[in-house]
């Protein structure tokens, strides 16, 4: 049978969108295992969403290089096998083929939001597909001011028939995704869908929406410890992170204005997790020699009983395209199944994915997993 969703990547031929691209020919071929896939598990799968094998990729990029290429160079990082990559090679040219060329921020931004709606409404008619899902893995964007522009869409529109250009880059590309029927999975911590004028467009036009910035390594880690110290009454003095990554991400992250929208990304929600402000440094620098591993050290001192001083330290490494292409994969397929039963807006209960997310819901992987579960349930059970 043939695919009849269509995953849409911003930043296709990226690290994450590269390894996903990987990983879901490599599971529809059966040439390798499911683990990371969240939706696979019971809990989620109950939900059910489309498989792996009924996404159809495809996706914007600006950079020249082939998939098969961005392939082999992750296998030389490391990421996965040569082999691997050496299996998929067919599939990853066809795919490669369904890759178009991305816009910038010197484009004009109608023209712009022109293309892209037209790149997705013609990958959705050329193969027939009932949904095209976009997620944004691009390169993250520094924070943005809030203009009246960017705040009401009925003025953002007007901005944009004015021939204007208010919108940074992650949030027209959502903007045309919304305006062709699509849904948008926000990866990054870029504005994307989450300024308020886009998310008027996204109750407006009944498009659901996730996001954003995946939980992929210390964050997840400090989501499950942060509500530990909380319920056994442990007051945490300080919690200072020092991250270090290479690849893209950190390239990208090396200027400080556009760290700023991680490193607030980051640091949310850990004053909610524990109760009360934390004091606290949260570095991040980019260390080229890395490629595409990261590596996360904490410190933690909390006071106990008595008003006995303690600490404990933690040390995280880990792939962070490995870790984060079966997530992008679990949220295309869960973002599918929600529009699939009518859901639109922000979708609170996928908060469980992501570093500040959107909708209703806290911060800790606990309470976040139980909101996923209890979600899954009540969609399965919808037609």
């Known amino acids: ?8 990547f911003i930043g296709a031929r990226g690290s994450v969108a590269t390894t996903a691209t990987v990983g879901a020919l490599a599971l529809t071929a059966g040439l390798t295992r499911r ?5 696979d598990l019971a809990e989620i799968a109950v939900a059910r969403p ?14 020249g290089d082939s998939l098969p290429k961005r392939a082999e160079a992750l296998a030389d990082g490391g990421v996965f096998g040569i082999e691997l990559a050496r299996a998929v090679h067919d599939g990853l040219t066809q795919v490669d083929a369904r890759i178009r060329h991305g816009v910038t921020a010197d484009d004009g931004q109608r023209d712009a939001i022109e293309q892209v709606s037209r790149d997705l409404a013609g990958f959705r008619a050329a193969h027939a597909l009932d949904q095209v899902i976009v997620v944004d893995v691009a390169t993250t964007e ?8 960017l705040s009401d869409l009925d003025a953002l529109e007007r901005a944009l028939a004015a021939g204007e250009s208010p919108l940074p880059l992650s949030s027209l590309y959502a903007y045309a995704a919304f305006r062709a029927g699509c849904p948008v999975v926000a990866f990054t911590p870029s504005p994307g869908p989450r300024l308020p ?3 008027q467009l996204a109750e407006r036009v009944g498009l659901p929406w996730a996001g954003s910035d995946g939980k992929t390594g210390e964050t997840l880690v400090k989501s499950a410890l942060a ?3 909380a319920t056994r009454a442990l007051r945490v ?11 893209g991400d950190g390239r990208a992250l090396a200027d400080p204005v556009t760290a700023t929208s991680k490193t607030q990304s980051k640091g949310k929600g850990l004053t909610e997790m524990l109760g009360e402000p934390v004091d606290g440094p949260l570095h991040i620098d980019y260390v080229e020699d890395l490629g595409e591993w990261k590596t996360a050290w904490d410190m933690v001192s909390f006071e106990g ?8 330290q933690f040390t995280w490494q880990g792939c962070d395209s490995a870790l984060a292409a079966p997530l992008v994969l679990d949220l295309a397929r869960l973002v599918a199944r929600a529009q699939q039963v009518g859901e639109s807006g922000p979708l609170g209960a996928l908060g469980f994915f992501f570093k500040d997310p959107a909708g209703d819901g806290g911060h800790d992987l606990g309470g976040q997993w139980r909101a996923l579960v209890e979600w899954c349930q009540q969609i399965g059970g919808d037609r």
């Open 35 to 39: 683990t990371g896939c969240v939706t």
């Open 50 to 63: 489309p498989g792996v094998a009924d996404l159809l990729i495809g996706g914007h990029d600006v950079v």
């Open 237 to 247: 003095r300080s919690w200072a992170s020092y991250n270090m990554l290479g690849g």
């Open 197 to 199: 004028a886009l998310t």
């Open 142 to 149: 520094p924070p943005v001011e809030i203009t009246p522009e």
């Open 1 to 8: 049978m043939a695919p009849k969703t269509g995953l849409w």
């Open 305 to 312: 009983f008595l008003g006995t001083r303690m600490s404990m």
């Open 227 to 229: 509500p530990m110290f």
